[in-house]
């Protein structure tokens, strides 16, 4: 088994864009229902089998939050900059 993580980045349609959280560069495009009841932006935790198949995926409550308040925080500082 591998697990790792991933930010949800997108919905479109029946499918979800994952940007893995070292590497956001490297994507992964799943069926939407794999990733419910997960929202755009939440930080999952996502377990592949030996062959790669998705096991199962899991809302990371407590890393979403401080990673939404940490942008948070950066937009106040560039809105403060900008005046």
Do not use: C, H, W
């Amino acid at each position: 088994m591998n697990i790792k993580k991933y930010t949800l980045d997108q919905i479109e349609g029946n499918k979800a864009t994952l940007l893995l959280r070292s590497n956001e560069s490297e994507e992964l495009i799943v069926d939407k229902d794999i990733v419910l009841p997960a929202e755009e932006g939440d930080i999952l935790e996502v377990t592949f089998s030996e062959t790669n198949k998705i096991l199962s995926t899991k809302v990371l409550a407590k890393e979403t939050t401080a990673a939404k308040q940490k942008a948070n925080d950066l937009l106040q500082k560039l809105i403060k900059k900008s005046k």
